[in-house]
T-cell receptor
Framework: AQSVTQLDSQVPVFEEAPVELRCNYS??????LFWYVQYPNQGLQLLLK??????LVESINGFEAEFNKSQTSFHLRKPSVHISDTAEYFC???????????????FGKGTKLSVKP | KAGVTQTPRYLIKTRGQQVTLSCSPI?????VSWYQQTPGQGLQFLFE???????NKGNFPGRFSGRQFSNSRSEMNVSTLELGDSALYLC??????????????FGNGTRLTVT
């Protein structure tokens, strides 16, 4: 069965510092990978995704993630965080042979990023 | 476009009762999925509906059920509520025409508390 592990449940960091949120997955078949973000009292929003092609993917607000097949990882990074990045971040996978939409995503348990001034 | 709307936002029920939660997807989105979010278990997939048919189901007991209407609106029902059913229930819609690359658009959830 597929699973997603987010190694850190909470990550405190100072503003303008770099951050890395770690994500590892296990699957016997190839997968598609996603990062979603949940701001307080809101639903989740897609941050970025890896489907195929370049293993480095970027979001519009400065986050990037790199797919590493040999290490089965998809870590999320940002070189300089802002207060507004405070949120919970979820890594998720779906089997590449699932077909259709992302309706059956398997999520990690989330990492709470807290950016302090 | 209006986002995904879930009603009610908050719900308090007692053990043994049943509850129905509602979800209106983004206009044009025919796929609706439901997730349960708890501090201990995180986000767990309940089921996915497409064109009024359940396409996939997570590992939840039969007390959890759902349906989708012809206008793509969806409801989920939980019967014989247990304390452990207390959670944030999230609905998400997507446009399957975009395949797996189509993002899920989540509502703000229904917070269910079972006493």
């Amino acid at each position: 069965a597929q699973s997603v592990t987010q190694l850190d449940s909470q990550v405190p960091v100072f503003e303008e510092a770099p951050v890395e949120l770690r994500c590892n997955y296990s699957s016997s078949v190839s997968v598609y990978l996603f990062w979603y973000v949940q701001y307080p009292n809101q639903g989740l929003q897609l941050l970025l995704k890896y489907l195929s092609g370049s293993t480095l993917v970027e979001s519009i607000n400065g986050f990037e993630a790199e797919f590493n097949k040999s290490q089965t990882s998809f870590h999320l990074r940002k070189p300089s965080v802002h207060i507004s990045d405070t949120a919970e971040y979820f890594c998720a996978v779906i089997l590449s042979n699932y077909g259709g939409s992302q309706g059956n995503l398997i999520f990690g348990k989330g990492t709470k990023l807290s950016v302090k001034p | 476009k209006a986002g995904v709307t879930q009603t009610p936002r908050y719900l308090i029920k007692t053990r043994g009762q049943q509850v129905t939660l509602s979800c209106s997807p983004i206009s044009g989105h025919r796929s609706v999925s439901w997730y349960q979010q708890t501090p201990g278990q995180g986000l767990q997939f309940l089921f996915e509906y497409f064109s009024e048919t359940q396409r996939n189901k997570g590992n939840f007991p039969g007390r959890f059920s759902g349906r989708q209407f012809s206008n793509s609106r969806s409801e989920m029902n939980v019967s014989t509520l247990e304390l452990g059913d207390s959670a944030l229930y999230l609905c998400a819609s997507s446009d399957p025409r975009g395949g797996v690359g189509s993002p899920l658009h989540f509502g703000n959830g229904t917070r269910l508390t079972v006493t």
